[in-house]
């Protein structure tokens, strides 16, 4: 058995890699937080309940003569009181952690960072993800490039069916919603590609909704922005109109330009 423990162990912690278990950005970092207070908090009640739970059993044993019969016992104040004061401490307190957290963690609410935003705009589509980024006049899908230590404010709306987007690595899940638009704010503390997903089914080819976010270096970060514009298709009306048609698994691309306020556009457009 003991030989097997490791093994249980290595099978039981595989998911917790590019995961809200390991995160990579301070909104995911306080998320992963939030999620390990509120369990301490309910295992500092099950614990204790299940070892009560036995020790009842192993004293009223049918063998154990010492244990008092009571068959007529109807009322008591003090097991009352501690029956229910126990879960409401707990609803308390792990209520108490959950509205802080939210709160804190706003989507809409910026990162406190002397550096300036880069701005994200981000549009649903069926089956794929558009990302526009307004300063640098350029765009890309089912690919998103990010720079370390900086961070990204997101406005996300969608060409048509709700969907969720979501990068568990870096945080907060959010919808997007045709002819609104939500915000979200985001940072990735670490260089590397994590894995962002649709989070909302959205028919069939939902399943092949995903794309990839690279947290680069700032340097890598101006070098993509400057090689990427000027080269591919420019991203305006006509292109945009052959791109919302329905598509899946669309391998990754960019466009070199991208039509002024093509996003507000996008998103007052509700169907």
């Known amino acids: 058995m003991k030989k097997l423990l490791p093994l249980i162990a290595a099978v039981a912690l595989a ?12 909104i995911a970092a306080a998320e992963h937080q939030i999620l390990f207070n509120a369990l301490g908090i309910m295992l500092a ?9 036995l020790a009842v059993a192993a004293w009223f044993r049918a063998s154990n003569v010492r244990a008092r019969y009571l068959p007529d016992f109807e009322h008591s104040g003090r097991l009352e009181l501690l029956v229910w004061a126990i879960p409401l401490m ?8 959950a509205w802080v957290g939210s709160h804190d963690l706003d989507p809409r609410k910026p990162i ?3 550096l300036k935003p880069v701005e994200v705009q981000v549009v649903s589509l069926d089956w794929k993800w558009l990302f ?3 300063e640098q006049g350029v765009a890309s899908v089912n690919e998103l490039t990010v720079p370390v230590g900086r961070p990204v404010h997101f406005d996300l709306t969608s060409s048509g069916v709700m969907n969720s987007f979501f990068v568990p690595q870096l945080g907060s899940q959010i919808y997007t919603m045709a002819g609104m638009v939500t915000q979200l704010d985001l940072q990735a503390d670490h260089s590397g590609t994590y894995r962002g997903v649709a989070a909302n089914f959205s028919g ?12 680069v270096s700032p340097g890598d970060f101006e070098q993509w922005t400057n090689r990427t514009r000027g080269e591919g298709p420019a991203l305006d009306a006509g292109a945009y109109a052959q791109l ?3 598509s899946a698994a669309v391998t990754p691309f960019t466009y070199g330009s991208v039509s002024p306020d093509l996003f507000n556009t996008i998103a007052k457009a509700a169907p």
Do not use: Q, R, W
């Open 15 to 26: 998911g917790c890699n590019e995961g809200v278990l390991d995160p990579k950005g301070p």
């Open 45 to 53: 009640i099950v614990i204790p309940t299940i070892l009560g739970t």
């Open 90 to 97: 707990t609803v308390i307190l792990v209520g108490g952690v």
């Open 112 to 114: 406190a960072s002397d």
């Open 132 to 134: 526009i980024y307004p």
């Open 204 to 215: 069939d080819g939902f399943s092949d909704m995903h794309f990839d976010v690279h947290a």
């Open 244 to 246: 919302v048609k329905p």
